[in-house]
């Protein structure tokens, strides 16, 4: 299947960690690698956790505008918490609700040790489909 790999340049450039930010496809599918509360040079931005869920969706918002999309496209989620607790479900979820209301995407979410860097507490892939 032919597909193109997209760094965008209002992101970090994430090819020192050994990944890209997107990837799409000569078909409908755009697939959005794992977003964190990250800086220019991909430093995560700040130690509270809902801070980093609301930059992490804003990150997956930059990412799906280069490719002319935006969050009415996205299908699926998968979001990875580390420590995972009532109270950071009760946060992922109205913050999700401020973004898509009473019709949010499908989600998978992981309890998780550890993520990718130290000061991660949050991260979120995602799955869009062109109209």
Do not use: C
């Not at 969706?57 to 995972?84: C, K, M, P, W």
């Amino acid at each position: 299947m032919a597909h193109d790999i997209i760094n965008p340049s209002g992101l970090h450039d994430p090819v020192r960690f050994g990944y890209s930010h997107i990837a799409t496809t000569a078909g409908e599918l755009v697939f959005i690698a794992g977003q964190y509360a990250s800086d220019a040079d991909g430093h995560v931005t700040s130690g509270d956790f809902t801070e980093q869920v609301a930059q992490s969706l804003e990150n997956v918002r930059i990412a799906l505008a280069e490719v002319g999309l935006d969050f009415s496209h996205v299908v699926q989620l998968r979001t990875y918490i580390v420590g995972h607790d009532a109270a950071k479900l009760e946060t992922v979820g109205t913050l999700i609700g401020r973004i898509w209301g009473g019709r949010p995407p499908t989600q998978t979410l992981l309890g998780v040790a550890a993520l990718a860097l130290p000061d991660m507490l949050f991260e979120v892939d995602a799955v869009a489909v062109r109209p």
